[in-house]
């Protein structure tokens, strides 16, 4: 697999980052915690790491000794992430890194087999159905715990509602589920599928809701993402493109003068093997 990632990729993902770290289910890594080992050192395999924002944000709340194995196609954003993984843990064991580039979807539990841990954030919804059949397989015969955060389920809510906002999100989504050299992405579909496919492997999973909510103080994310969403719907759509002059115009003067308020819907999926 080898997702085309626009040039200022790794500048969004560092906008982003506060936001995701707002929206990621705390109670999700207390239950983790509960059933992780409590010998050696933690082996995360984290797949789609992009410039590290999981592994910055969940080692230090993981105890002791932690090795981070760090998955991306990309080696610029590799060289960022390792060079921003906190050292140590939150009882001050020591925190290490290696980077693997390549494809993450040929992943097999053999390459799992030392994995206390497997996470991707941001990821599920750029897979297909049979990609991500093949992950979650290898992660369910691994036999170690999964956790995938941060994944869209296709809501979106502005405030003020506007009558095209409706129009706007039914086009991303179509976007989103696009077929891009002959792979059929998951888009929003994914968390459910990714559900479905553990318990197919008799694992179990645990959801919770992290939508991001952004107000005045996110004012520059929010302009950033909706300019992103709006053109991948008009991409999808390119009758919008007239029709939402006007509506684009509107919402990112609200967007930059904070008056925007933006709900995007996603869910944090724990995978544990009781």
């Known amino acids: 697999m080898s997702i085309d990632l626009p040039p200022d990729f790794a500048q969004w993902l560092a906008l982003r980052e506060p ?14 915690r509960a059933a992780l080992p409590d010998h050696g050192p933690l082996v995360v395999h984290d797949l789609g790491a992009g410039t590290g924002s999981l592994g910055r944000w969940l080692a230090p709340l993981l105890p002791g000794a932690q090795h981070w194995i760090l998955y991306d196609q990309d080696p610029d954003l590799l ?3 390792r060079a921003g993984m906190p ?7 020591p925190v290490t890194v290696e980077t693997r580039q390549g494809d993450l979807t040929r992943l097999t539990a053999a390459e799992l087999a030392d994995a206390a841990l497997v996470t991707a ?8 159905a049979e990609e991500l059949d093949q992950l979650v397989a290898a992660c369910a015969k691994a036999g170690c715990p999964a956790l995938f955060l941060i994944s869209v389920t296709g809501i979106v809510r502005l405030t003020p509602a506007d009558p095209l906002d409706d129009e706007v999100a039914a086009a991303f989504n179509a976007h989103q589920r696009r077929t891009v050299g002959g792979r059929r992405l998951l888009g929003p579909d994914a968390i459910d599928a990714c559900a479905a496919a553990f318990g197919r492997h008799g694992v179990d999973v645990e959801l919770r809701p992290s939508p991001w909510l952004l107000g005045p103080e996110q004012a520059a994310l929010a302009a950033e993402w909706f300019t992103g969403w709006l053109d991948a719907a008009r991409e999808e759509r390119p ?9 684009a115009r509107r919402r990112l003067a609200e967007a930059e003068t904070g008056r ?11 995978a544990l093997h009781r």
């Open 87 to 93: 050292a140590c843990a939150v009882d001050g064991a």
């Open 79 to 81: 060289a960022r992430a």
């Open 239 to 247: 009758d919008l493109t007239a029709l939402t002059a006007e509506y």
């Open 121 to 128: 954030s941001a990821l599920l919804d750029m897979l297909t």
């Open 19 to 32: 936001a995701d770290v707002a929206a990621r289910s705390a109670e999700l890594v207390a239950t983790l």
């Open 260 to 270: 925007l308020g933006v709900l995007v819907g996603h869910v944090d999926l724990l």
